[in-house]
């Protein structure tokens, strides 16, 4: 379930590739320049691209942008610095805009790193990586008994609404749509109780004890520690561009530049 | 907007938000014995589709976070609810990030604690009544849902604000648009759980044999 197709990384451990995802997540956290901020959000892409994470999955970055949006519009101002723009009494600083580029940077580069290395696995198995990396099992159970629920209520949900269109029903901002809306909820949760019953009846049923089973063995081979060591000299480097830097971008392009003529 | 997406927050919010997460989502799952494991997951994930309706508001549609209405229905089952459905959605839909979860579980389950502190103790004394008051049940929901939404505006906003002066504006303009949610919420909350009490007053009853928040 959820699993893309063409997951170039599929040979690693899913063990390995949450310790990996964490990783880089903590470096592209941590990073302070918007260069390498770009730099990462670059490897992001390339990381989900392996991960075979389809274009049409990056259509959920769409809500995410719109925070970025609100950062954008408002940081340059909030931010003092070296004017970059003056808008009547409004002053956008350079410093504001490096800001909020880096932050968007940042945020579309965890999130991809998210899809190509752990999305891509498919929740099962990353359900089962996460609980043989410690994750209390109660949690994991919830996880997996949640995850498939989901589409099953998502079923239940799509048919309510199917029987709601049936009746002519359009969702408009009134009151009468917002108590039939109020009451498919209710509804929705009143179905899923009386499953959640039948789902614990069913389970007591075939010896649910609480216990968590992973019937899954998971290897640990020397790529996948290969894989992590190999990262670690990588991160390490972003970190010191970061700190130590070259220039940045612009700074790149102004001695490209002098060093040509 | 509920989620902040990582690469925002400062060093020490993400820590302390995680922590506190860890810590509460500990208890949490110690209350929660396994006969109803189940049951919290399946409440969990008719909370997680609910949550992808799309509210018709004036000329545009929000989201609701429903963090109130688990509050009331779960007690202290929302915490794992809440931190699994913002698992699901920070690595399969994008929504929010990993180093930040600490701080976007907490956002939504401290309200969501709250408002089980403070009303599903009444909820489920009138529950037991036979004569249901549709009233105070949609009195009881709509405060839920404003109390809730309101306040993870607030915890929002001062995440951002304790993680750099800078992003004020974007605070103020994300507690303003939080307003008109919360009154989207606490109403659609109020007809929920007056329906509820009409149709399976069971659900407001559930507390797993344990009383209290």
Same mark, same amino acid.
């Given at each position: 379930?959820?699993?893309?197709?063409?997951?170039?990384?599929?040979?690693?451990?899913? !063990?390995?590739?949450?310790?990996?995802?964490?990783?880089?997540?903590?470096?592209?956290?941590?990073?302070?320049?918007?260069?390498?901020?770009?730099?990462?959000?670059?490897?992001?892409?390339?990381?989900?691209?392996?991960?075979?994470?389809? =274009?049409?999955? /990056?259509?959920?970055?769409?809500?995410?942008?719109?925070?970025?949006?609100?950062?954008?519009?408002?940081? =340059?101002?909030?931010?003092? %610095?070296?004017?970059?723009?003056?808008?009547?009494?409004?002053?956008?600083?350079?410093?504001?805009?490096?800001?909020?580029?880096?932050?968007?940077?940042?945020?579309?580069?965890?999130?991809?790193?998210?899809?190509?290395?752990? $999305?891509?696995?498919?929740?099962?198995?990353?359900?089962?990586?996460?609980?043989?990396? %410690?994750?209390?099992?109660?949690?994991?159970?919830?996880?997996?008994?949640?995850?498939?629920?989901?589409?099953?209520?998502?079923?239940?949900?799509?048919?309510?609404?199917?029987?709601?269109?049936?009746?002519?029903?359009?969702?408009?901002?009134?009151?009468?749509?917002? !108590?039939?809306?109020?009451?498919?909820?209710?509804?929705?949760?009143?179905?899923?109780?009386?499953?959640?019953?039948?789902?614990?009846?069913?389970?007591?049923?075939?010896?649910?004890? $609480?216990? /968590?089973?992973?019937?899954?063995?998971?290897?640990?081979?020397?790529?996948?520690?290969?894989?992590?060591?190999?990262?670690?000299?990588?991160?390490?480097?972003?970190?010191?561009?970061?700190?130590?830097?070259?220039?940045?971008?612009?700074?790149?392009?102004?001695? !490209?530049?002098? +060093? $040509?003529? | 907007?509920?989620?902040?997406?990582?690469?925002?927050?400062?060093?020490?919010?993400?820590?302390?938000?995680?922590?506190?997460?860890?810590?509460?989502?500990?208890?949490?799952?110690? !209350?929660?014995?396994?006969?109803?494991?189940?049951?919290?997951?399946?409440?969990?994930?008719?909370?997680?589709?609910?949550?992808?309706?799309?509210? =018709?508001? *004036?000329?545009?549609?929000?989201?609701?976070?429903?963090?109130?209405?688990?509050?009331?229905?779960?007690?202290?089952?929302?915490?794992?609810?809440?931190?699994?459905?913002?698992?699901?959605?920070?690595?399969?839909?994008?929504? $929010?990030?990993?180093?930040?979860? *600490?701080?976007?579980?907490?956002?939504?389950?401290?309200?969501?604690?709250?408002?089980?502190?403070?009303?599903?103790?009444?909820?489920?004394?009138?529950?037991?009544?036979?004569?249901?008051?549709?009233?105070?049940?949609?009195?009881?929901?709509?405060?839920?849902?404003?109390?809730?939404?309101? /306040?993870?505006?607030?915890?929002?906003?001062?995440?951002?604000?304790?993680?750099?002066?800078?992003?004020?504006?974007?605070?103020?303009?994300?507690?303003?648009?939080?307003?008109?949610?919360?009154?989207?919420?606490?109403?659609?909350? +109020?007809?929920?759980?007056?329906?509820?009490?009409?149709?399976?007053?069971?659900?407001?009853?559930?507390?797993?044999?344990?009383?209290?928040?």
């Amino acid at each position: 379930m959820l699993a893309e197709h063409g997951d170039r990384l599929a040979g690693f451990d899913p !063990r390995a590739r949450l310790i990996l995802a964490a990783l880089l997540a903590l470096t592209v956290v941590s990073l302070q320049t918007s260069s390498a901020g770009s730099i990462a959000l670059l490897a992001a892409g390339a990381i989900a691209r392996l991960g075979g994470v389809s =274009p049409q999955r /990056l259509r959920y970055l769409l809500p995410l942008e719109l925070l970025m949006l609100v950062l954008l519009l408002t940081l =340059p101002f909030s931010v003092p %610095g070296t004017p970059l723009l003056t808008f009547g009494p409004l002053v956008a600083s350079r410093e504001g805009g490096l800001l909020a580029l880096l932050i968007l940077f940042k945020a579309n580069a965890v999130v991809l790193i998210l899809f190509g290395l752990v $999305g891509s696995l498919g929740a099962g198995a990353a359900v089962h990586a996460l609980a043989r990396l %410690g994750l209390p099992s109660k949690l994991c159970q919830m996880l997996l008994l949640t995850l498939r629920q989901i589409d099953l209520v998502g079923d239940e949900y799509a048919r309510m609404r199917l029987a709601m269109r049936a009746r002519a029903f359009v969702p408009r901002s009134d009151r009468h749509s917002w !108590r039939a809306l109020g009451w498919l909820i209710g509804m929705l949760l009143v179905r899923s109780l009386a499953r959640a019953r039948r789902v614990a009846d069913a389970m007591r049923c075939r010896g649910f004890d $609480g216990q /968590l089973r992973l019937p899954q063995r998971l290897r640990w081979r020397r790529r996948d520690t290969l894989l992590l060591l190999g990262a670690l000299p990588l991160l390490a480097g972003l970190l010191l561009l970061d700190r130590w830097g070259w220039g940045g971008w612009t700074g790149w392009a102004e001695s !490209r530049l002098a +060093g $040509g003529v | 907007m509920a989620h902040i997406p990582d690469g925002v927050l400062s060093a020490p919010v993400l820590i302390s938000g995680a922590l506190v997460s860890t810590g509460l989502l500990g208890v949490a799952l110690r !209350r929660l014995r396994e006969a109803e494991l189940p049951q919290a997951a399946v409440l969990a994930a008719a909370f997680f589709v609910a949550s992808l309706i799309s509210v =018709p508001l *004036g000329p545009s549609s929000v989201h609701l976070l429903l963090n109130g209405l688990m509050g009331l229905l779960l007690g202290w089952a929302a915490v794992p609810a809440i931190f699994v459905a913002l698992l699901l959605q920070a690595v399969f839909f994008g929504f $929010g990030g990993l180093l930040v979860l *600490g701080v976007n579980t907490l956002n939504l389950a401290l309200p969501a604690l709250l408002v089980a502190r403070l009303l599903r103790p009444m909820l489920q004394r009138m529950a037991e009544l036979s004569s249901p008051q549709q009233r105070r049940a949609l009195m009881i929901g709509g405060t839920a849902g404003v109390l809730a939404v309101l /306040l993870t505006g607030l915890m929002l906003a001062a995440s951002l604000v304790l993680s750099g002066e800078a992003f004020w504006p974007a605070a103020r303009v994300i507690v303003l648009s939080f307003i008109p949610l919360a009154l989207i919420e606490g109403l659609v909350t +109020g007809i929920v759980v007056a329906f509820l009490l009409r149709v399976e007053p069971a659900l407001l009853r559930l507390d797993g044999g344990r009383h209290g928040a």
